[in-house]
């Protein structure tokens, strides 16, 4: 998880652009962290996957 420590800052701040924000949601929906963390990212990374944004990762087709 630390290695999206300081996107995660960025993307709190504001400073992510839209490109930018997908891309870090696909890594947390792909290394299981966005179910680690607060609520939000969870309820984010939901949303984008249901708005076909961001995907599953391979063999896996629900939350951890």
Do not use: R
């Not at 993307?11 to 929906?29: A, H, M, P, R, W």
């Not at 299981?32 to 309820?43: E, F, I, N, S, T």
């Not at 990374?45 to 599953?56: N, P, V």
């Amino acid at each position: 998880m630390t290695e999206f420590i300081s996107q995660i800052i960025s993307y709190e701040n504001g400073e992510l652009d839209v490109q930018e924000t997908i891309d870090l949601f696909q890594k947390l929906v792909n290394t299981g962290v966005a179910w680690k963390l607060q609520g939000h990212y969870g309820c984010t990374a939901s949303t984008l996957l249901q708005e076909g944004l961001i995907t599953h990762p391979e063999g896996k087709n629900n939350e951890s």
